[in-house]
């Protein structure tokens, strides 16, 4: 069964530091993972997706991401974090070919200080 | 373009009563998905609808049923509401049922007193 790790919980960052959240996921083929942020009390906003080759991918905001089948890793990195990045993050992997759902993991709460 | 919509954004109901949460697919779209989203957690698959069946289910009781209309739409109904129901509903559409990415309504608020 597929299953997404998010080890920290709350992350707390100064603006205009940089930001790496994790995100470790257990599955048993050729992942497709994705990144998504939520502002309070809003939906989900995809953010990127990573579906196969270059294992850098390019998202929206200013987000990139790194795939690392060794490490079954994907997480998710900016350069440069903004007061507006303040929500909460959460990886997720999926769909299999007959497994169509999502899986998420717990979510990481981002607090940007001044 | 539209997005993913829901109706209603928020809602109120008392333990043993029905509620039916409504969501339109972003345009393109013909699978909805439904996930649960409590309080501090994230979300958790409930169903999916393609082609007006429902193709796969999460691991919630049979008190959670749902429909897809011809024109995609679906609608969420839960039935004899517990306490525990209480939380963000989240619809989300995509392109045919499977490898594709899933866009997120902004979700319905459902509190359960």
């Known amino acids: 069964a597929q299953s997404v790790t998010q080890p920290d919980i709350h992350i707390t960052v100064s603006e205009g530091a940089s930001l790496e959240l994790r995100c470790n996921y257990s599955y048993g083929a050729t992942p497709y993972l994705f990144w998504y942020v939520q502002s309070p009390g809003q939906g989900l906003q995809l953010l990127l997706k990573?579906?196969?080759?270059?294992?850098l991918v390019q998202g929206i905001k200013g987000f990139e991401a790194e795939f690392k089948r060794s490490q079954s890793s994907f997480n998710l990195r900016k350069p440069s974090v903004h007061w507006s990045d303040a929500a909460e993050y959460f990886c997720?992997?999926?769909?299999?070919?007959?497994?169509?759902?999502?899986?998420f993991g717990a979510g990481t709460t981002v607090t940007v200080r001044a | 373009d539209a997005g993913v919509t829901q109706s209603p954004t928020h809602l109120i109901k008392t333990r043993g009563q029905q509620v039916t949460l409504r969501c339109s697919p972003k345009?393109?779209?013909?699978?909805v998905s439904w996930y649960q989203q409590a309080l501090g957690q994230g979300p958790q698959f409930i169903f999916q609808y393609y082609e007006e069946e429902e193709r796969q289910r999460g691991n919630f009781p049979d008190r959670f049923s749902g429909h897809q209309f011809p024109n995609y739409s679906s609608e969420l109904n839960v039935n004899a509401l517990l306490l525990g129901d209480s939380a963000l509903y989240l619809c989300?559409?995509?392109?045919?049922?499977?490898?594709?990415?899933?866009?997120f309504g902004p979700g319905t608020r459902l509190t359960v007193t």
């Open positions: 997720a992997v999926g769909p299999l070919s007959n497994d169509y759902k999502l899986s």
């Open positions: 989300a559409s995509s392109f045919r049922q499977g490898v594709s990415e899933q866009y």
């Open positions: 345009s393109g779209h013909d699978t």
């Open positions: 990573y579906f196969s080759g270059d294992t």
